[in-house]
């Protein structure tokens, strides 16, 4: 879902990615959830590219 399993994330799209219309509570809890995502499979991408924390 992500462009690849090997890529580290980047600052740029971190900040792109919480840029969206959404109000900031959904930010932040999407932010939490996919960042505990990522930690728990031990991976990269959490597999919601463009969302905050992805």
């Not at 890529?7 to 932010?31: D, H, M, Y």
């Not at 990522?38 to 597999?47: D, Q, V």
């Amino acid at each position: 879902m992500c462009r690849q399993e090997t890529s580290r994330p980047s600052l740029r799209a971190f900040v792109t990615n919480l840029s969206g219309p959404e109000p900031w509570r959904v930010k932040l809890r999407l932010l939490l959830r996919h960042n505990w995502l990522k930690l728990r499979n031990f991976r990269h991408c959490c597999g919601h590219p463009g969302e905050p924390g992805c």
